[in-house]
């Protein structure tokens, strides 16, 4: 629009000045060298403005004749170019799809026509990777160092090397550099953040999470959750040793992430402890209702030791009333009423859960009942054998790992907080009794390393013994459940196998519970022997070992696979 008015401003002066020029005519005299030439004005006006399109048309071919050289180098330069630029793109689509000959043949085009091109050389690291060459992917990061346009570039590639060589000291070592040298670099902080909370350093993982805050890194809402799994771990690591130091941090977790269950449930517990009954009730019944789990139900019940069976059924009941729970509500109350031996309150309460196809926890109490209430020891043991074949029961899982307890960091991704308590997918089998992960806040606590996708870790072999003798006359039913409830050896009793990754095996952690089928979920015993006061009796925990303190520290490496942007 500017430019038309413009060109419009400009024809109009042009107009005036000719309009102007024809109302007063004249004639231009020149006298030069013996010559007297006369002209209209208007003439000589337009034989001045032609002369000076003429020099301008001579001087403009006389420019390209001189730059003509010049110009065709250009030329063949830009088609040098082009085909270089082509070169590097085909060679990363390569090596996305996985074509290393094609790789190689397109980089050492890009080496060979852009041998300063940034990109030509970290082509040919990336080519270098993907054949198995360590010491040409080194090499060339190395050179890279030197530049500092591609020093960040150079950091990452020396970081992921040494990651998948198991070198965590020159892991760390590359990932502080570049964080000296960009503090916003997110890979370089995600890697920090993995390396010291598989170390426990916790109060290190809090300054690495405030500074990535600070960097925009993480909003505000996951740096406060992170923040509260953060101190739970400091919490359940001085439980034992401060207990006055851990309430303080548990209480504090809370307050940052109501909705975590371990923070509440050692704060509850402390609390109890030290007589604060009322202040327990209130932090359990705020994560019940955000978070309902049989950890927060069993501290609640047992607050007032001493209690008697139908006390704590009551407060159960007052438990409930500030949320039902859904099925963790039915489960706990079911389970407090069967204490007090109020079995029709104990079947009322199941009895949404039981339609199509309940739980094994739910078929176990359910066993429990029909015995206890009507001595049906036929019905009992036919709920077992529907819990032998029921859906699991919730356990921790985080990256397709389980745990019998809640732990900070998962041994897979090596995220924060990754643990949630929910019921694995059927379509991933049984969870693998494997090689057990420490307690949370361990020094030593181990995070298991994994490579890109398609590198999970088998699963353990799981070490169950053959099951004893049945009594005469126990039907099939029987066999199977004494099969499964009578395996020798408690749950950790697995074989432990190393992690296959890339490079030195970097720690040790539970099978991914897709690696192994073949469990139910759940220990069942049935203890249907020769006499009438025989007992069925069903385990209510999952058959995951959970985590064994008598770990060998060896096992701690640090988790830094799989890292992405944060």
Not at 122 to 128: F, K, N, Y
Not at 220 to 244: G, I, S
Not at 248 to 261: E, P
Not at 275 to 288: P, Q, Y
């Given at each position: ?110 080496a060979r026509i852009l041998p300063d091109e ?174 309902p789990h049989p950890d927060l139900a069993a ?268």
């Amino acid at each position: 629009m500017l430019r038309m008015l413009l060109r419009f401003i400009l024809l109009t002066a042009v107009a005036a000045a000719a309009t102007w020029l024809a109302y007063r005519p004249g004639n231009l005299t020149l006298e030069w060298l013996g010559r007297h030439i006369e002209l209209p004005l208007a003439l000589a006006l337009a034989g001045v403005a032609v002369g000076f399109i003429v020099i301008a048309l001579v001087w403009s071919l006389l420019r390209r004749l001189l730059h003509t050289p010049g110009a065709v180098t250009d030329y063949f330069r830009f088609r040098r170019t082009r085909r270089g630029q082509e070169a590097l793109s085909a060679g990363m689509i390569a090596i996305s799809a996985g074509d290393i000959a094609g790789a190689r043949r397109q980089a050492q085009i890009a080496a060979r026509i852009l041998p300063d091109e940034p990109l030509a050389r970290l082509l040919a690291a990336e080519t270098a990777r993907l054949e198995g060459n360590a010491r040409q992917v080194k090499a060339i990061y190395g050179d890279m160092l030197a530049h500092p346009e591609t020093e960040l570039v150079a950091l990452r590639g020396l970081f992921e090397d040494a990651r998948r060589n198991g070198d965590m000291a020159a892991a760390r070592r590359y990932a502080q550099r570049a964080l000296r040298r960009n503090a916003g670099a997110a890979w370089a902080s995600a890697a920090m953040l993995a390396i010291q909370s598989a170390e426990a350093d916790w109060p290190a993982v809090s300054a690495t999470i405030e500074a990535q805050r600070k960097a925009r890194l993480l909003d505000d809402d996951v740096a406060r959750r992170n923040r509260a799994v953060v101190l739970t771990a400091q919490a359940l690591a001085a439980e034992d040793a401060e207990p006055d130091a851990a309430v303080d941090l548990a209480t504090r977790a809370h307050k940052l992430d109501a909705a975590l269950v371990p923070a509440a449930v050692v704060a509850g517990r402390l609390n109890v402890r030290d007589g604060a009954l009322r202040r327990a009730a209130k932090i359990l019944e705020k994560t019940w209702a955000l978070s309902p789990h049989p950890d927060l139900a069993a501290v609640y019940t047992h607050a007032r030791p001493g209690d008697s069976p139908l006390d704590r059924l009551k407060r159960m009941r007052d438990l409930l009333k500030v949320a039902p729970g859904g099925e963790e509500g039915a489960v706990a109350l079911a389970g407090a009423a069967i204490d007090a031996r109020d079995w029709k309150l104990a079947r009322q309460a199941l009895s949404h859960h039981i339609a199509e196809r309940p739980r094994a926890r739910v078929c176990a109490l359910m066993a429990e009942i029909e015995e206890g209430e009507f001595g049906d020891k036929g019905r009992a043991r036919e709920w077992l054998a529907r819990a032998v074949r029921a859906p699991r029961d919730p356990l921790w899982i985080a990256d397709g790992v389980t745990s019998r307890t809640w732990l900070p960091v998962s041994p897979v991704s090596g995220a924060l907080g990754a643990f949630r308590w929910a019921a694995p997918p059927e379509a991933l089998g049984p969870p693998c009794e494997a090689d057990a992960v420490e307690a949370a806040g361990d020094d030593d606590a181990p995070l298991l390393a994994s490579d890109e996708a398609g590198s999970a870790p088998e699963a353990a072999p799981v070490a169950i013994a053959a099951p004893p003798p049945a009594a005469e006359g126990a039907n099939d039913d029987d066999d199977e459940i004494a099969a499964v409830g009578k395996a020798a050896g408690p749950a950790n009793a697995v074989e432990k196998a190393d992690l296959p990754w890339p490079g030195p095996a970097l720690g040790k952690a539970e099978a991914p519970a897709s690696q192994v089928s073949g469990q139910v979920s759940g220990q069942v015993s049935d203890e249907a022997a020769s006499t009438d006061s025989e007992a069925i009796a069903l385990s209510h925990q999952p058959d995951d070992p959970g985590p064994d303190p008598q770990t060998d520290k060896a096992r701690r490496a640090g988790w830094l696979g799989g890292l992405g942007e944060p």
